[in-house]
């Protein structure tokens, strides 16, 4: 098989695992995608999974992977907050919740990491379009803040929730307490009331 024929067969998927290969090419030599790697012509993104480095110059591509590459899972925590606007900072790490275990990844599209949650917690997220007609799942303003709240339990008092530099117009006109409050029911945590508590009183919500 040449080079030009797998790139043909594979290119529009994006990214790719190595059983979509199989199931394409059942005899598929995988030393092929050793050999692609060394010369440039493919990423390797984690074990199993690869790319074609043009993708690196597609806009929100880095996030698309991190749907596709640990999977089921959703971008939040800061990521979706940044992306928001509730916090001020840009986050270079793109983060994600998952039902799998807790894990990281480093490749050329950048740095991923994970964040372990329940079954019954994978919820409160919604495709978004890409600029390519795909589309990613991504957490929404109201989930990823109980997200990140429910998984760094140290956001529990005054000055470590003052610390986050929450936007203030944002918590006060543009969040959805309706649903903010239904998503924190499901979550059946005492503690996670607590710390909503005490967010909410520094915002006089």
Known sequence: MTYLEFRT???????????????????FDRNNLTRWIKKGLLVRLRQEYFA??????????AQYI???IY??????????????????????????????????????????????????LMFGYEPRPMADGRTLLFATPEKALLDLLYLYPFYDKEDELMQLRLDDDYMQEELNWDRFGEYLGRFRSKALERRTAVLMKIYEL
């Open 71 to 120: 999977r089921p899972s959703y971008i939040s925590l800061h990521t979706a907050l940044s992306f928001y606007g509730l916090i001020p900072e840009a986050v270079v790490q793109i983060t994600s919740v998952s039902t799998l275990k807790t894990a990281t990844f480093r490749n050329p599209f950048g740095e991923y990491s994970y964040k372990s949650i329940k079954n019954e």
């Open 9 to 27: 067969q594979l290119f529009d998927l994006g990214c790719f695992s190595i059983r979509q290969v199989y199931a394409w090419q059942p005899d």
């Open 66 to 68: 991190a749907n596709r």
């Open 52 to 61: 074609f480095p043009e993708y690196l110059r597609r806009p929100d591509f």
